[in-house]
């Protein structure tokens, strides 16, 4: 690992202009993709500002209609959320299976987000929920925010300060793990509105995770396991490397969407 310079702003616009000033700067949450990558050396920041002082960049607040997590909440928060667990249990179970303890305990929403790796569980969640990213200049539906492999709609400087989770009828996650990271070979997350649309948000499947509308447009009609039966999601533009084929990922779509509507509440 290269030297760098450590910060630890108290605001989100002391951080910003810390990053502004850096030659090669680079924001840091929980860390746990960031300094694997730096001790890997596939990124040797000058500068690294740790977010985890700022005033207010953790915690959850549920409404009626509502879950927002702010950006630097852990997933074992998240997990272990009495509030979260009543209004989207799908999304504390989620949290639930990231990594293993440790990574629970330190990485965060916000940096999962941020860092859009085509296998985290997060991006599933936000498009199978239908989240809305909110940031220090603006809010980004999740529809738009995963654009490509570890890229997202994100403007230089630009910090996710939280998310908002509209809370859905039903909803279910659903995981492949690989079994040496726990990251989703493949993994779905559903949730049914209170107008009975479906979405199934996907992720570990292809270079950025996606919507399967084909399943959406046919549970929207019949929420049911059945209903899938005759449903062929195709494998073309899906990833193949030496842990499955794209064939298998996409097989393995309509199965997970099928366990996730039989575990649905
Ligand atoms: C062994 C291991 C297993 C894992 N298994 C899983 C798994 O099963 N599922 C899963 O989803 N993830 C998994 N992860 C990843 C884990 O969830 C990370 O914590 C997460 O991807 C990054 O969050 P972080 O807070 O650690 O971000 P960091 O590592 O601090 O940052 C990641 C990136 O996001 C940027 N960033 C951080 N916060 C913000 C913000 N608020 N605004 C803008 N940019 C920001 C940083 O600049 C950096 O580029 C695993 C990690 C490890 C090490």
Do not use: W
């Not at 239908?130 to 400087?157: C, H, N, P, S, Y």
């Not at 019949?222 to 097989?251: C, E, I, N, Q």
């Amino acid at each position: 690992m290269e030297n760098f310079n450590y910060h630890r702003p108290a605001t989100t616009t002391a951080a910003a202009a810390l990053l502004k000033k850096a030659k090669d700067g680079k924001y840091m949450a929980g860390g746990h993709t960031l300094l694997p990558t730096m001790k890997q050396g596939l990124a040797s920041p000058t500068d690294i500002i740790d977010l985890t002082a700022i005033k207010n960049f953790s915690g959850i607040k549920v409404s009626k209609t509502t879950v927002t997590i702010k950006a630097g909440t852990t997933h074992m928060e998240v997990a272990t959320s009495k509030d979260i667990k009543k209004a989207i249990p799908a999304l504390a179970e989620m949290a639930g299976k990231i990594g293993g303890v440790h990574v629970r305990h330190k990485g965060t929403i916000g940096g999962s987000i941020a860092n859009a790796d085509p296998a985290a569980d997060y991006p599933s969640a936000c498009l199978g929920l239908g989240a809305t990213i909110e940031t220090t200049k603006r809010k980004i539906e999740a529809d738009k925010f995963f654009v490509g492999m570890f890229e997202t709609a994100l403007k230089a400087g630009e910090i996710i300060t939280a998310v908002h989770f509209p809370i859905p009828k039903k909803s279910a996650h659903q995981k492949f793990p690989n079994p040496a990271s726990r990251y989703a070979l493949t993994g779905v997350f559903l949730s049914q509105d209170a107008k009975g649309k479906v979405r199934v948000g996907v992720t570990g499947a292809a270079p950025k995770a996606f919507r399967a509308t084909d399943l959406e447009a046919v549970l929207s009609k019949d929420f049911s396991a059945k209903a899938l039966a005759g449903v062929a999601v195709p494998a073309k533009g899906l990833m193949s490397d030496m842990h499955a084929t794209a064939a298998y990922r996409a097989h393995l779509i309509g199965v997970l969407a099928g366990r996730a509507v039989d575990a649905a509440k």
